[in-house]
């Protein structure tokens, strides 16, 4: 019996996330998409994945540009969440606004990410509706102090309580 499209995001929603920003720059244009289908994938060499919606527009872009960067969000970013999940879609410049660098790869890097992957494209994956994009990752930089990540968890933004840790 097929699986019920609803019920499966439900579960799948049970799995608490961060979010990243994946950024591209082709050369002519900078993109961003909002991803929590990441994960890491190998130390050595240092490998990562997202998962690309077949319809969104950064797929041929990633595929052209041949490199990506993964933006881990903030707590406080959640707006660039929304952004680049559905506002700033239609937008003819969707970083003008933003507080961005560019990368060492030319590649649109977040201004207050608490991490940041630069990566060139490893490998294409095909994946169902969705494409998986490997990333290589050629610079890693992450925010010393802890600060609180945007997370996603059953269909809503949350907040971590950076204080409750097990003992
Ligand atoms: C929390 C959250 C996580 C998302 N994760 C993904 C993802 O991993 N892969 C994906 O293709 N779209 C994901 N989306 C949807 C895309 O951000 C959205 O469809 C985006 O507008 C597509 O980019 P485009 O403008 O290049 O078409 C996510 C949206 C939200 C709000």
Redesign the pocket.
Known sequence: MAMDPKHFRNTLGRFATG?TVVTVNDGETS?G??????SSVSLDPPLIL????Q?????EMIRNAKKFNVNFLAEKQKDL??W???KG?DAEDQFSELDYDMGENTTPVLKGNIGLLECELFNEVPGGD?TIFVGLVTRALFEEDVKAPLL?YASS?RKMDLDAEFN
Do not use: E, K, P, Q
Not at 33 to 38: D, G, K, P, R, S
Not at 55 to 59: D, K, M, Q, S, V
């Open positions: 979010v993109r998409m909002t991803a929590n289908a990441f997202v998962c690309v919606d319809n969104a527009t950064c797929l969440s929304d680049f999940a559905g879609r969705h996603y933004y």
